[in-house]
């Protein structure tokens, strides 16, 4: 199983961004997707999850801001950040618990991070 995240870059204060990431294999459905982030010399921070019934579970330093969503037909995940503030700059990491075939439990996958940076 693979995950690629997409759709880091540069933007301004206030600005918004879409990071998508996408699980590729064979025979997988992913049970909970997560997005991480990740500042210099600092521990990686869980910032949203959903479920696969759709329950969503933000940090307090993104409610409000950042939407948390999925495709299951696609096997992917999105996020949505609105109001970016120079804060929010940071590595940006996709995880996801998925199922393999009959595996009863869903071992844990990450991505490769993209990079936001937010900066006037």
């Known amino acids: 199983v693979q995950l690629q995240a997409s759709g880091g870059g540069l933007v301004q204060p206030g600005g918004s961004l879409r990071l998508s990431c996408k699980a590729s294999?064979?025979?997988?459905?992913?049970?909970?997707w997560a997005w991480y982030r990740q500042e210099p010399g600092r521990m990686r921070e869980l910032i949203a999850e959903?479920?696969?019934?759709?329950?969503?579970n933000y940090a307090d330093s993104v409610k409000g801001r950042f939407t948390i969503s999925r495709d299951d037909g696609m096997n992917a995940e999105y996020l949505q950040m609105n109001n970016l503030k120079p804060e929010d700059t940071a590595v940006y990491y996709c995880?996801?618990?998925?199922?393999?075939?009959?595996?009863?439990?869903?071992?844990?996958?990450w991505g490769r991070g993209t990079q936001v940076t937010v900066s006037s």
């Open positions: 995880q996801a618990d998925v199922f393999i075939g009959r595996d009863s439990y869903p071992p844990t996958f």
């Open positions: 294999g064979s025979d997988i459905a992913v049970n909970t």
């Open positions: 959903i479920t696969r019934p759709g329950r969503t």
